[in-house]
């Protein structure tokens, strides 16, 4: 029987599975929304079914339909992408049943390390440093106020289920922190169907630091060094590189060991991240765990040569890491932007639309996964994200003087992008200098909408 893999997602993420689907000689099948028809993933999978609306609660949320589509077309494996359904215990539960093969973790590791607050905990128990904060879910606002005066203020609230940047707020007084206990857990049903809460003490000016790692089913694990996404807005990435200017090769190697000891104790199987803050102290602490591909994870595979997707469909279908961690070394500096279509200056403000014409950068060392084309429309459903410009050179400085002329290189006509925005961050003395933490762009931000008003 042939193998044939459903793609349960949309945009460049789909494309790229795609790519890698048909380099391994495996037949691909897209779902998509009936505002995703003309969508480049759609042209370029062997077949395609539509699964709904517009709205994603009722196209790429929809479990049954995503399972029937898979079905129907007699696919023996699934691959979620990020976002959607990924990290669906629920739904990986369902495909598992069905005895088509999910590419990722299985739907008990999901359960396990899925939820951040019982990630907290399974961290700790393994002596793998968290953050001080809430034993578990914190269940009242009572109980929550006695946890933030123990570990004192400002504390961070987080839904356990949060993801992308969401359900998480600042807090720094009692009185604040009970007008957003509530908040947060309204938000966090809205966005994630629960309301489960946690509390953590607020690190202040902390670097993200997160270790790429693989598993297959005979039990060998490897990590493929960090990325450094400290380049934040909203807790929502923007700019991520590999090395982190931060870390040295002791540093590197703790927090390597760290996360596969995770890994290790839930069996995982598949790519996955640990997430780390690191403070200025250079102490790390756990805060949460992805159980599947990350945006940025081109970065990585620039500097190991590793296809991460390739691999993850490789162990998906039962085969071991083509590669060991002795084989795996960093070469050179690697670089992402996010591309999203928005108004930077207006705060950020999603700019859908037609695309009237688009150019793309290249030559040595330079990277587009996108899905757009000229005469395509972003459709405005759904993530703005228009695509990811990778770097790769020798030295970080190279990587950044070649990441300003793609960017420059970069023509995207007819809707707002943040090129111009990723542009002027490329400038940044501090960043040039890697000297920056989660709280940049926020200060850079400032900066800009000053020199605007000029
Ligand atoms: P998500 O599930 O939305 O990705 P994370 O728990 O990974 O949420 O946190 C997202 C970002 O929020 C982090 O990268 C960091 O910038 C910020 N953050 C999270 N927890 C803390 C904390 N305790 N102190 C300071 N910043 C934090
Ligand atoms: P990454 O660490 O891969 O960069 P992000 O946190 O930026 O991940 O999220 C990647 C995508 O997945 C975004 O579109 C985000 O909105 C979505 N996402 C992440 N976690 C969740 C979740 N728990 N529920 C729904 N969407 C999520
Ligand atoms: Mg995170």
Redesign the pocket.
Same mark, same amino acid.
């Given at each position: 029987m042939k193998n044939r893999l459903l793609v349960a997602n949309r945009g460049e993420i789909a494309v790229r599975i795609i790519r890698a689907a048909k380099e391994l000689g495996i037949e691909t099948v897209a779902v998509y929304s009936k505002a995703d028809a003309k969508s480049l993933h759609v042209k370029i999978a062997d077949q395609a079914v539509c699964i709904g609306e517009n709205d994603s609660a009722d196209s790429y949320l929809n479990m049954n339909r995503v399972l029937s589509a898979a079905i129907s077309t007699g696919c023996n494996a699934i691959h979620p992408g990020?976002?959607?359904l990924?990290?669906n215990a629920e739904f990986v539960e369902m495909v598992e049943s069905c005895q088509i093969k999910f590419v990722g973790p299985s739907s008990q590791a999901i359960a396990q390390i899925g939820d951040k607050s019982a990630a907290r905990t399974l961290a700790k128990g393994h002596n793998v440093p968290t953050i001080e904060g809430s034993d578990g879910v914190v269940e009242t606002v009572e109980e929550g106020l006695k946890v933030a005066k123990k570990i004192g203020y400002p504390v961070m609230i987080k839904a356990s289920? %949060?993801?992308? %940047?969401?359900g998480i707020s600042i807090v720094r007084s009692d009185t604040e922190f009970k007008n957003a206990f509530s908040r947060t857990a309204m938000e966090a049903v809205a966005?994630?169907g629960d309301g489960a809460l946690y509390i953590e003490k607020f690190i202040e000016s902390p670097r993200h630091v997160e270790i790429q790692i693989i598993g297959d089913e005979a039990g060998n694990y490897v990590h493929l060094f960090e990325r450094d996404?400290s380049l934040q807005r909203k807790n &929502?990435?923007m700019i991520e590189e590999s090395p982190s200017p931060v870390l040295n090769e002791l540093l590197r190697r703790r927090m390597g060991m760290a996360a596969l000891k995770l890994a290790k104790a839930i069996n995982y199987v598949n790519a996955g991240?640990v997430?780390f803050l690191v403070d200025a102290k250079l102490n790390f602490y756990f805060i949460e765990m992805?159980t599947?591909i &990350?945006?940025?994870h081109p970065v990585t595979e620039m500097i190991t040569g590793v296809d991460l997707v390739k691999e993850q469909i490789r162990v998906a279908y039962g085969n071991t890491l083509s590669f060991k961690q002795r084989d795996l070394k960093m070469n050179g500096h690697a670089i992402e932007c996010r591309i999203n279509a928005e108004q930077p200056l207006k705060n950020f403000m999603p700019s859908p639309g037609e695309i009237k014409n688009v150019l793309f950068p290249g030559g040595l060392g330079v990277r587009v996964d996108t899905h757009i084309y000229p005469g395509y429309s972003i459709p405005p459903f759904y993530?703005s994200?228009i695509a990811k410009l990778i770097v790769h050179a020798p030295t970080r400085l190279e990587a950044i003087k070649k990441m300003r002329v793609a960017l420059e290189q970069f023509v995207v006509e007819g809707i707002e992008t943040n090129i111009e925005y990723q542009y002027l961050i490329m400038y940044n003395p501090e960043f040039i200098k890697g000297n920056y933490d989660t709280g940049f762009i926020q200060r850079f931000h400032k900066l800009v909408e000053e020199s605007n008003n000029e």
């Open positions: 990020y976002g959607f990924a990290e289920s %949060g993801g992308g %940047g969401r966005n994630f996404c &929502q990435k991240t997430e992805n599947r &990350q945006v940025e993530d994200m």
